[in-house]
């Protein structure tokens, strides 16, 4: 008797899950794949969409084995959200959430008796590592600009665009949320709760945008800086800059004299030398450096004052203790739906992260609420 035999075969609810786990994927790799415009990243997710599907047809095959019927395929809401935001957005929007939901999942296989012997949960721990590497899935002596492109292109992932939009519109509602409850609490006016209110949402928005404006600048500043010093280091010491880069494409898997030749071809073009060292010494996208600040800003400003628009909307239509139920029913929703998308980057149940969005968020503006009554008391008697 194997190993496999000595192991009871998994619930029917196991295979069904694993079945529709490796479609989905396979669907939205295949989207990636026809959206992507640089050649080798399109191969990769080709690739990683092949491999999905033949998984698929493993698992129908386990399912017909075990006398269960095999549903019509369809996708899940997390799917097709995220490739409509890669359709939108492009594949590098979502390319953070597919390596996180690969890491969270690259052990799925390891204890299922289904899959011993075969090179699935290899495969799998493989998917994971090649997301977060994606320069390592191009070919052996690839052309210098292409692997440049390449891993500006992945560097360029390592800031998650979908959790900062999530976040900043979390940030603005719980806490202009917490701000209005606390007044509210105190039994102030309706004008005086739509003043604090507009003011709370303005202060933390421009707070936000300025931080993030501050951030960003300095970091392009930063990023210039460094580029002078290598610009000047190429002019001066050519020879040792060759030797950095050849020895770079060699962790990447180039054999040392491909990764020779590859570096003394890149050194011979000044400007193409310069890119090729900013995005493979200093992990800087030259065409880039890190971003406009003022567009940062001005999304970071938008996104928090989404956010904080929800729970102050309710005051301006109506008053008292109806205006304090509707505005943390709003925010109730609100905080959902913050949850519902939370759940793109985690992967946990819709209703688990939704839920536990609305418990935090309405426990923080109950607080402040009994705190603005307290002082409320206080300042009347």
Do not use: C
């Amino acid at each position: 008797m194997t190993k496999a035999e000595s192991k009871a075969p998994s619930e029917p609810a196991v295979l069904y899950a694993s079945w529709q786990d490796e479609i989905e994927s396979a669907a939205l790799y295949r989207v990636l794949a026809e959206l992507e415009t640089e050649p080798p990243l399109a191969q990769f997710y080709q690739q990683l969409a092949a491999t999905e599907e033949a998984h698929a047809r493993f698992w129908e095959e386990k399912l017909h084995a075990a006398g269960k019927p095999i549903p019509e395929r369809k996708l899940g809401w997390r799917t097709r959200l995220l490739i409509w935001l890669a359709r939108r957005f492009g594949p590098s929007f979502v390319a953070p959430t597919l390596a996180g939901q690969e890491q969270r999942g690259s052990h799925h296989y390891d204890h299922l008796p289904e899959t011993e012997g075969t090179s699935m949960a290899a495969q799998e721990r493989s998917h994971q590592r090649l997301l977060q590497t994606i320069a390592a899935t191009t070919p052996r002596g690839v052309e210098g600009s292409v692997l440049s492109r390449l891993e500006g292109r992945h560097r360029s992932l390592g800031g998650n665009a979908l959790r900062a939009a999530v976040l900043g519109a979390n940030d603005g509602l719980v806490s202009n949320l917490s701000l209005i409850m606390g007044v509210a609490g105190a039994e102030l006016s309706s004008s005086a709760i739509l003043v604090t209110g507009s003011a709370g949402l303005l202060a933390g928005a421009i707070s936000m945008a300025l931080g993030e404006w501050l951030s960003v600048q300095s970091s392009r500043e930063l990023y210039e800086r460094q580029l002078g010093i290598e610009k000047r280091e190429l002019e001066q010491i050519p020879g040792e800059e060759a030797e950095e880069l050849a020895l770079i494409y060699q962790a990447k898997g180039l054999s040392a004299a491909q990764a020779r030749t590859l570096a003394d071809q890149l050194i011979a073009d000044e400007a193409m030398a310069l890119d090729s060292l900013a995005r493979e010494e200093l992990g800087i996208n030259p065409e880039e450096l890190g971003g406009s600040a003022w567009e940062a800003a001005l999304t970071s400003f938008g996104l928090f004052a989404i956010g904080a628009i929800i729970p102050l909307v309710p005051f301006f239509i109506l008053s008292g203790l109806m205006a304090v139920i509707v505005s943390g029913i709003a925010s109730a929703i609100g905080l959902f739906a913050i949850g519902a998308g939370i759940t793109l980057m985690t992967g946990r149940s819709i209703w688990f992260s939704g839920m536990r969005q609305v418990l935090f968020g309405l426990l923080a503006a109950a607080v402040t609420y009994g705190i603005g009554s307290l002082v409320g008391v206080s300042l009347g008697g």
